[in-house]
């Protein structure tokens, strides 16, 4: 059963805290994306990896980092620094025209 | 300005209808043209792509890239309520490259 598996669903977090959404993709692409979905704004890119062990800074990635240790993984911290984290965090992974998603993660800051 | 610019509507159509989506932008160097559809509180599902001028279709779904006008829509033939999401289009610069997407267009087909 192939595609992108994101966890957990619902994330609720403090004030403070750090928290790290996962997601996983078992469709052999070399290329994995963060989005940020707000309501009435459209997705924007948080950060992005088109090869193992190296990422590239979206348009807005302050207060987040990631890591791509293996291929298949492609993990997100939100940070404390980040100011407004409430939002519906979206993973991507793509071929070289084409991305698809996967189901999301709802981050509520309480 | 917005890269991408869409209407965000929201458009409310009966069930038969012809459905037009747009999306207009202003950079000329977009290559790859896609929409998506996403329903409510679920990823974007990728519903067509195309890379050059002119039409695409696909089942009751076409979509029109137009370069010389920066302009791209999305026709949904037949509208069924089971339409009823929210549609983004999206571009990409180049392969591997990041997608720049339109704010979404929330469609509703009423019976």
């Known amino acids: 059963d192939g595609g992108i598996t994101q966890s957990p669903k619902y994330l609720f977090r403090k004030e403070g805290q750090n928290v790290t959404l996962s997601c996983e993709q078992n469709l052999n692409h070399d290329a994995m994306y963060w989005y940020r979905q707000d309501p009435g704004q459209g997705l924007r890119l948080i950060y992005y990896s088109q090869i193992v062990n190296d990422f590239q800074k979206g348009d807005i990635a302050e207060g987040y980092s990631v890591s791509r240790e293996k291929k298949e993984s492609f993990p997100l911290t939100v940070t404390s620094a980040q100011k407004n984290p409430t939002a519906f965090y979206l993973c991507?992974?793509?071929?070289?025209?084409?991305?698809?998603f996967g189901p999301g993660t709802r981050l509520t800051v309480l | 300005q917005k890269e991408v610019e869409q209407d965000p509507g929201p458009l409310s159509v009966p069930e038969g209808a012809i459905v037009s989506l747009n999306c207009t932008y202003s950079n000329s160097a977009f290559q790859y043209f896609m929409w998506y559809r996403q329903y409510s509180r679920k990823g974007p599902e990728l519903l067509m792509y195309t890379y050059s001028s002119g039409n695409k279709e696909d089942g009751r779904f076409t979509a029109q890239v137009d370069k010389s006008s920066k302009y791209i829509s999305l026709f949904i033939r037949d509208s069924q309520p089971s339409d009823s999401a929210t549609y983004l289009c999206?571009?990409?610069?180049?392969?591997?490259?990041?997608?720049?997407f339109g704010q979404g267009t929330i469609l509703t087909v009423h019976p």
């Open positions: 991507a992974s793509g071929g070289m025209n084409e991305q698809f």
């Open positions: 999206a571009m990409l610069l180049s392969s591997y490259g990041k997608l720049t």
